[in-house]
């Protein structure tokens, strides 16, 4: 792959000393312009290796290029240009507006004590419009329906104006309408050519968004690459240890366990 946007080369991570690594030897590659997945049971070392792609956490071994440069050059303010995450859940702890939390995402971009302009202003009503609450931008953020509360902060996410959007689980406690309507959205920002970062233990999800897929099982890499040579009957099978198939009919995709 020529010139990846985000590359990971041959990290391992373990919490504590002389403990079994969460992460092992693990790369993978990122191009602009595509959803990537990382698809693993409950404990595979998703989170942790999100963490460790946005600089959080500094891997035992190897290193993490972005935009060919060594994350560890980068300062937490470049950081917040480059990429924006998207959490299982954050609460709202104070009554921030809806338009208000949002501007919260302009930080990488004001000094310390500098307030948000108006193109700060506009380019959260515009992130609003994106993800359709822009009715509700007067709203106090933490009166928000389940649904909408998702839709926000991946709103505050594109705020930030990211090269690459990360999202841990974005569905993981979604009913299945909002659910849908955050996999419309994803769709439209990749047709926008926005670069997304996923976790999730939902295949089908993984499936049904996906350009390249990577699964991850005990913090080894078992598979990575397109997702259509990745998300396979017997690769799923292999990942989560019971009978999986995987129905492909025109551009819906189903991924179910077989008994």
């Known amino acids: 792959m020529a010139n990846p946007l985000l590359e990971i080369q041959d990290i391992s991570y373990r919490y504590r000393m002389n403990t079994t690594p969460v992460l092992q030897n693990l790369s993978m590659s990122i191009e602009k312009g595509t959803v990537n997945t990382i698809l693993g049971p409950n404990g595979a070392g998703k989170s942790t290796l999100l963490d460790i792609c946005l600089g959080w956490k500094e891997p035992e071994t190897g290193r993490i290029l972005l935009n060919q440069h060594d994350i560890t050059s980068f300062s937490r303010r470049q950081m917040g240009r480059w990429m924006s995450l998207v959490p299982q859940d954050e609460q709202v702890r104070f009554e921030y507006t809806v338009l208000e939390y949002l501007l919260l995402g302009r930080a990488p971009y004001l000094s310390q004590l500098e307030m948000p302009g108006p193109e700060d202003v506009d380019i959260a009503r515009r992130a609003l419009e994106k993800v359709g ?127």
């Open 133 to 259: 609450l822009q009715h509700l931008q007067e709203r106090p953020a933490s009166k928000l329906s389940g649904g909408e509360h998702q839709l926000l902060m991946i709103a505050r996410a594109l705020v930030q104006e990211p090269h690459i959007l990360v999202l841990d689980e974005p569905t993981s406690r979604l009913d299945p309408g909002n659910r849908q309507r955050v996999v419309n959205l994803l769709k439209t920002l990749l047709s926008h050519g926005v670069t997304i970062l996923f976790t999730t233990h939902d295949p089908t999800l993984a499936a049904d968004i996906s350009t390249h897929a990577l699964l991850l099982k005990q913090g080894k890499v078992l598979h990575s690459g397109p997702e259509e040579k990745v998300l396979t009957s017997s690769n799923l099978s292999q990942l989560y240890g019971i009978n999986m198939e995987v129905l492909r009919r025109e551009d819906k995709t189903i991924v179910f366990s077989t008994h």
